[in-house]
């Protein structure tokens, strides 16, 4: 029982060498090698084209610089003279105003001026203060302005329309700054502001307030 199990056969190694399955299976080492590098440059060319999709991409989001928003968010009133025998009014009117940052960073911006206007007439003016609009942001200031009917002329329709209960004003205003990305780029954005409205002088009140 034991010499048969001496006698058992036992594959023969030449030399101390295995072969590989490849190898065994009749492929040359050329092939090998061959077959090693293509797999080399296939995963080199699919990496490459995989950073090109995300420069591309992080270039046309993160990168694109937009126009940030400048608008007439609301506003309430302090003063209110409103006379329509004698066509005039004077109103201290709170404005708060908007700047809608949607870039990946933050617009700082300049001071300015916001005019308001009754027709053609300018009929009160407020200053901007500089000031940071952040990355994805709308930064909120309120701002303090005294409207006045003193410039206006006498046969504007004024009366006709604050007999109506109705003052219609228009506002313009244009912000200049920078959007700053990755601390590095830097880019010159302006955005004007052109909002209208109206005055309800019975429920003192603002109305109708639409922003192109």
Do not use: W
Not at 77 to 105: C, H, Y
Request: glycine share 6%; hydrophobic share 35%; net charge positive.
């Amino acid at each position: 029982m034991a010499e048969k199990e001496q006698q058992e056969y036992h594959p023969a190694t030449a030399n101390g060498y295995h072969r590989s399955d490849e190898e065994a299976a009749g492929v040359p080492s050329d092939e090998l090698r061959r077959q090693k590098r293509k797999k080399c440059i296939i995963y080199i060319i699919a990496f490459a084209i995989f950073q090109i999709a995300v420069i591309t991409l992080f270039s046309v989001t993160v990168m694109k610089v937009k126009n940030p928003k400048f608008r007439v968010r609301s506003a309430t009133f302090g003063t209110f003279d409103v006379q329509t025998a004698n066509p005039s009014f004077n109103l201290m009117m709170n404005v708060e105003v908007g700047v809608k940052n949607t870039n990946f960073g933050p617009y700082k911006f300049d001071n300015s001026t916001i005019y308001f206007y009754y027709g053609d007439t300018e009929v009160g003016s407020a200053s901007i203060p500089n000031s940071k609009a952040n990355f994805k942001s709308t930064k909120k200031l309120t701002v303090s302005v005294d409207l006045t009917s003193v410039n206006l002329a006498t046969n504007s329709g004024l009366g006709t329309q604050l007999a109506s209960g109705i003052l219609p004003l228009t506002s313009r205003a244009r912000l200049t700054g920078k959007v700053e990305l990755m601390l590095i780029m830097k880019k010159k954005k302006s955005v004007d502001m052109d909002c209208s409205m109206e005055v309800n002088t019975t429920t003192r009140e603002l109305q109708n307030l639409t922003c192109n």
